[in-house]
């Protein structure tokens, strides 16, 4: 199983931020976590990176049980892209792209191990697959937001992570970007190179690929499962506080809402 939680509730400063949740991703299963602002997807990202620790419940993630497991090695089979990564620390920021790509192999090495040709062989045969061969050379602070975030990407799958967490990563790119690094994450899952759990607000980009949904509202799941079954009117109406159709294109779904608000003066 790749998580598994049981009645997990994380409460900071009296606040309940999540609410006895029970969510179990098989490993033919690829995840979506939608929610409104503030209804708990970080926070839940946090305790499956084990950054955060559950108030109440318990956590499985790839088979590892935490408080019975070393979490920096299990740390190394995660993944994590946030477009909130996107700058560096000054010394990676002045790297080339292929350095900063190779520097993902330190999460599964340690930083003081030497980098090997195979590395930069292997850095190149991603840039390739993600289409940024142009790339090679440039400094990485010099990139788009789109190459940074491809990049990324990139450099998370150099330490052969078993899960990938990708979370909002298309915040911030054009139509044509957005549908590139879509198509990139297709191929992820398609080529089996991770699982992947994605984190987004916009429920188009639930590509055919991506099989479940979790909706989460205050800290609730609000309903959660094969999305064909989660992905309805009522649900997301009722998760996004705001009346909502669904309709489902090319295997893809679209929201529109069905009243648009009204503040008056
Ligand atoms: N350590 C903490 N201490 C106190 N409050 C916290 C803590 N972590 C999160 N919160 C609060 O819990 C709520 C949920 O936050 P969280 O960041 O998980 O939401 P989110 O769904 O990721 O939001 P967004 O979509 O804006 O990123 C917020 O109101 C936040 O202020």
């Known amino acids: 199983m790749i998580v598994e939680m ?89 790297e080339t792209v292929e350095e900063v790509i190779v520097s993902g192999k330190f999460a599964s090495i340690g930083l003081y191990e030497p980098v090997t040709v195979e590395d930069f062989h292997q850095a190149e045969q991603w840039m390739n697959v993600f289409r940024i061969g142009y790339l090679k050379g440039k400094t990485y602070r010099t990139l788009s937001q789109g190459e940074k975030r491809k990049v990324l990407i990139a450099r998370a799958l150099m330490a052969k992570p078993k899960l990938l967490i990708l979370d909002e990563p298309t915040v911030g790119l054009d139509m044509l970007t957005r549908e590139e690094l879509l198509a990139l994450i297709k191929d992820v899952i398609m080529k089996k190179v991770c699982h992947v759990l994605y984190v987004t607000h916009y429920i188009e980009e639930i590509i055919e690929e991506m099989t479940h949904v979790l909706l989460l509202k205050d800290g609730k799941i609000i309903a959660a499962g094969q999305k064909e079954k989660i992905l309805t ?7 996004f506080q705001i009346d909502v159709h669904v309709r489902w294109e090319h295997n893809r779904p679209w929201v529109s809402i069905k009243k648009a608000l009204h503040f008056s003066k």
């Open 6 to 94: 049981k009645n997990v509730s994380f409460i900071r400063e009296g606040r309940v931020i999540l609410d006895r949740l029970h969510w179990e991703v098989q490993e033919n299963e690829q995840w979506v976590i939608l929610g409104l602002n503030g209804s708990g997807k970080t926070s839940l990202l946090n305790i499956l990176l084990g950054y955060e620790y559950p108030s109440k419940g318990e956590v499985s993630v790839l088979g590892h049980r935490f408080g019975k497991t070393n979490l920096p090695e299990l740390r190394k089979h995660i993944g994590f892209v946030s477009n909130s990564f996107e700058r560096f620390q000054p010394t990676l920021e002045s």
């Open 233 to 239: 009117d009522d649900y997301l109406s009722e998760t």
